[in-house]
């Protein structure tokens, strides 16, 4: 495990949390799935996607050494990923944010805040692209792998799928479709999850270099994965409990769910940055 990275790892679980979850509200907002009294409710209860989102920013800042420097991380813009992670990411909080006070403040036009709704989506995207990209380097072999963009886009998927059902439930939503899709949307997160675990361990096993192995540097390999694992299967029975039961998904073990997910999320994040291995090493 690699947690002196723990900015990196709390900013990329919480920014991939915040994106997903938004991705899902909002889509849910334009297909109008939501009553326009449980819509009002919900954007109240978004406040709690961008206090997520804050504290990813924040945790990242820290990973800079001295925040005072952070608007230098811009300075190559367009031709660095990390600019544009940064760019994106910063511009994702500015066009969701303004679009949310807006709607609790219920002030501007719809056609604006449906503009600035799009618009967060799109630079989400983006965001979640460029951040993929960070990691895609070629000197690295244990990142440079599909598998790298398909474990951030699990995280996105089945932590931002887990927040956006929770703050329905704390909306008091009146959609059936939130009650039926979302636990499915989890459960197949869930099984991905799985499954990357398996490649990835397949891939660490074939890359070695002169003085050791990808496997030799996270020697903790399996007990993290096991215990990651175990987290979110504890955390989908909590979730799909109330949806056998025919009953609507209540806050508290909802919430219960979710943070099991991003604890199982930090988990495999702080594996992620353990097994760095350049080439040659």
């Known amino acids: 495990m690699a947690w002196h990275e ?35 409710r919900l954007h109240k209860a ?49 066009l969701g944010g303004m679009f949310w006070l807006l709607s609790v403040l219920n ?3 719809v056609a604006i805040r449906k503009a600035l709704m799009i618009g967060a989506m799109l630079v989400g995207v983006a965001f979640m692209y460029a951040m993929t990209m960070v990691y895609m380097i070629d000197t690295v072999p244990t990142w440079y792998t599909p598998l790298t963009p398909a474990a951030f886009m699990i995280t996105m998927l089945i932590s931002g799928t887990a927040l956006a059902q929770l703050l329905l439930s704390v909306a008091k939503h009146d959609s059936t479709v939130a009650n039926k899709l979302l636990p499915v949307m989890g459960l197949v997160g869930m099984f991905a999850v799985v499954v990357v675990v398996m490649l990835l361990s397949s891939h660490l096993a074939s890359i070695e270099t002169s003085v050791t192995t990808a496997l030799a540097v996270v020697p903790q390999h399996t007990s993290l994965q096991i215990a990651r694992i175990v987290l979110i299967v504890t955390a989908m029975l909590l979730w799909l409990l109330p949806v056998v039961q025919r009953k609507n998904v209540t806050v508290l073990p909802m919430a219960m769910a979710f943070t099991m997910i991003v604890v199982a999320e930090l988990i495999g994040r702080g594996f992620f940055y353990g097994m760095h291995l350049s080439a040659g090493m």
């Open 107 to 109: 002030v501007g036009s």
């Open 46 to 94: 978004m406040f709690g996607l961008w206090a997520i989102m804050g504290l990813g920013f924040l945790a990242s800042i820290m990973h800079l050494g001295s925040p005072l420097r952070a608007m230098n991380a811009l300075n190559m813009l367009g031709s660095s990923w990390l600019s544009n992670e940064i760019a994106t990411g910063s511009a994702f909080f500015a």
């Open 6 to 40: 723990w900015p990196l790892i709390v900013f990329t679980v919480l920014a991939q949390t915040s994106v997903g979850a938004f991705l899902v509200l909002a889509t849910m907002m334009l297909t109008k799935q939501l009553s326009l009294a449980a819509e009002k």
